[in-house]
């Protein structure tokens, strides 16, 4: 049985350049949906290329960009949240009504959709602003009850900045051992915990008021819950130590760490299907640790229970 704890629940996955944040992603997707449950995979990363192979397809499907009619840099309707925060129109995708183009799937019950690249739109084409507002808006149903939506995000902060963590109710941020990946981590959650205690974005570059306080309204009803840390490509047990010792100084909860595997490195760079026992099983440790710190966030988590599908 399923545990109905992550079902239709929406995960970003965040952190600086570089730090692993689609590895986490493929890693994760492959865990849950080992486990049973129906996955949604958004790549919202607007640069990097290649998780379509890293899941195990063969091609990527057409972006939801394309779907959406394109980038209002290039004459389409598709807005950046910073600029113009209404909602994207028709951003409920149901799957029953979407062409299958726009998605990939597999047997077992995973589904990728890409949210757009900039190295398609061609010189002058503007930011990826566009790409921030289909990642904080779209929301795929008809795929299953027991849905796990996991979102890969683009490096650093100015995705935070526009608002797209505020569709997600749990982000995981990857901390790779760099002092940046660190601080990064720190400032993401410190964004979050103004955002729940209230603090409303700046406003200051609207001059009209329905867009301020549409834009006020987006942060008001943020779903984002709490923030968790998973440690990536670690390579020694003084690194490990050292980076709990400062993330925990900065008040940062840890969910575990994956080790450094030169054969993921290795799947990236031919563009296999990632597989990795030893990376699956810390990743599953990782996602129990992530149950229980849900639980207890949630105020029900009881010491002496067995933590559902994934064992003690």
């Avoid at 079902?7 to 865990?31: D, H, Q």
């Avoid at 900045?161 to 941020?173: F, H, L, N």
Wanted: proline content about 4%; hydrophobic content about 40%; aromatic content about 6%.
């Amino acid at each position: 049985m399923k545990n109905k704890l992550f079902a239709n629940s929406r995960i970003g996955i965040l952190g600086k350049g570089g730090s692993g944040k689609s590895t986490i992603t493929v890693l994760m997707a492959k865990a849950f949906q080992n486990q049973g449950f129906q996955v949604c995979v958004l790549d919202a990363d607007s640069t990097n290329t290649g998780i379509h192979r890293a899941l195990g397809f063969k091609n990527p499907p057409v972006s939801l960009l394309d779907y959406f009619g394109g980038p209002v840099f290039t004459g389409g309707g598709v807005t950046c949240p910073v600029d113009d925060p209404t909602p994207l129109s028709n951003a409920m995708l149901d799957l029953a009504g979407i062409p299958e183009k726009y998605f990939v799937t597999n047997q077992k019950g995973l589904f990728l959709f890409q949210l757009g690249k900039m190295g398609s739109q061609g010189p002058g084409a503007g930011c990826d602003g566009p790409i921030s507002k289909i990642t904080r808006d779209v929301n795929v149903v008809g795929i299953g009850d027991q849905l796990v939506t996991l979102i890969d995000v683009k490096a650093g902060l100015e995705d935070t900045a526009r608002g797209v963590i505020t569709s997600m109710d749990w982000i995981i941020t990857i901390v790779d051992p760099t002092t940046a990946s660190v601080q990064i981590a720190t400032d993401i959650n410190n964004l979050i915990s103004r955002i729940k205690a209230g603090e409303l974005p700046a406003t200051e570059h609207l001059d009209i008021f329905e867009l301020i306080e549409m834009t006020r309204k987006t942060y008001r009803e943020a779903r984002i819950k709490a923030m968790f840390v998973l440690l990536n490509k670690i390579n020694n047990k003084k690194t490990e130590h050292y980076l709990i010792k400062k993330l925990k100084e900065n008040g940062l909860g840890i969910l575990g760490t994956i080790y450094d595997d030169p054969s993921i490195s290795l799947a990236w760079l031919k563009g296999k299907s990632l597989e990795s026992k030893k990376a699956n099983e810390e990743i599953i440790t990782a996602i129990k640790k992530l149950e229980r710190g849900i639980k207890k966030q949630q105020g029900t988590y009881d010491l002496e229970e067995i933590t559902g599908i994934w064992g003690n």
